[in-house]
């Protein structure tokens, strides 16, 4: 019973997709007929049942349809060949044409040298090194988007809050972006290399803003950033930065190349020097001896900023050690290490 609604489901979808005099010539019920034959005065009579004639009449049918679809697909395939060749040929003699209109030479004879041929010949050999590129450009994704994840884990390593990240970004002076139709055509800037490429600028841009040294050469930490109990007080206070205990030298010089903002006594820090960087970075030095540069003075990193000291709010000798990125101090010993990881992998 199911088999005979299936088929009563396909003959009716058949039906529909039918010409409606086709659809009239297979719905007509057709009558038993007979052909009558004289010769030589007898008669001869042949009957045609009108279950035979519906029968032809609708395989007709069938195989006429079934031909003029295949004579359609026939068509449209061999019209797309044409219009493929077409685009082909057109593409062979936009390089020809613009290979004999450059100025280059490309053989001894130069351009005009060159036959359809060895133009074609060309074509390929340009159609294969954009195979190669494409290939190229895939792996490179790849392993850019690994890169990338190790860096982002490395940043995230650093304690830089969002907010932080954020400020980074946007202190930079940038400008002379292309024309955007341009940018549109050129396939490096479209797909998943450009996005791997653009994120991986965005980390960089931060990575390399860091401090990548710490300001003594030779030290230990006697205590680290984070909520520490204030040894005077005796009360829980955030520790903004690291504190130094030199081992031989006390020069202190600057964790990276900036402007002097601070060259004085400050608060509870004694004598301090505070030095601001690129992206909205600052770093602090305090409890010093004495202070060896003046505000505005442009340092680099072999500057003396001053002498490691006890001056201010201090149990001893040592070397106060702050950095922040737009007022926000962060952990100076994850910033440094994080910015010596990438610049290693640099070299």
Request: proline content about 3%.
């Amino acid at each position: 019973m199911l088999h005979l609604v299936n088929r009563s489901r396909e003959g009716a979808r058949f039906l529909g997709a039918l010409p409606a005099k086709l659809a009239k010539l297979w719905r007509r019920d057709y009558l038993d007929s007979r052909i009558i034959l004289e010769q030589q005065g007898d008669l001869k009579y042949f009957s045609i049942s009108g279950h035979l004639q519906r029968n032809v009449v609708r395989g007709l049918i069938v195989v006429g349809t079934a031909s003029s679809a295949s004579i359609i697909v026939l068509s449209t395939l061999s019209l797309l060949l044409m219009l493929g060749n077409s685009r082909l040929e057109r593409s062979h003699n936009e390089i020809y044409e613009a290979l004999l209109g450059s100025a280059v030479d490309l053989t001894e004879g130069g351009a005009n040298a060159l036959g359809r041929e060895d133009m074609l010949a060309l074509a390929q050999a340009i159609r294969d090194r954009d195979l190669e590129i494409r290939r190229f450009v895939k792996s490179s994704a790849s392993t850019l988007s690994a890169e990338n994840t190790t860096l982002k884990a490395r940043l995230d390593a650093s304690g830089l809050s969002e907010k932080a990240i954020k400020i980074i970004h946007g202190s930079a002076s940038i400008g002379g972006f292309g024309n955007e139709r341009i940018d549109t055509k050129n396939p490096l800037l479209r797909g998943r290399l450009s996005e791997e490429i653009a994120k991986n600028h965005a980390l960089m841009e931060v990575l390399n803003a860091l401090p990548t040294k710490m300001p003594v050469s030779d030290y230990s930490v006697s205590s680290s950033f984070g909520i520490r109990t204030h040894p005077i007080t005796g009360r829980p206070k955030l520790h903004m930065g690291v504190d130094l205990l030199t081992h031989g030298g006390d020069e202190v010089k600057p964790a990276k190349p900036g402007k002097v903002i601070l060259a004085r006594a400050y608060q509870d820090y004694g004598n301090t020097v505070i030095v601001r960087h690129e992206r909205g970075i600052e770093t602090l030095y305090g409890h010093l001896a004495d202070v060896r540069v003046r505000e505005g003075q442009e340092v680099d990193m072999n500057s003396l900023l001053g002498m490691v000291g006890n001056t201010g709010s201090s149990t001893g000798k040592h070397l106060h050690f702050e950095v922040s990125v737009g007022g926000y101090p962060v952990d100076p010993e994850k910033v440094i290490d994080t910015a010596n990881y990438v610049q290693k992998n640099k070299n």
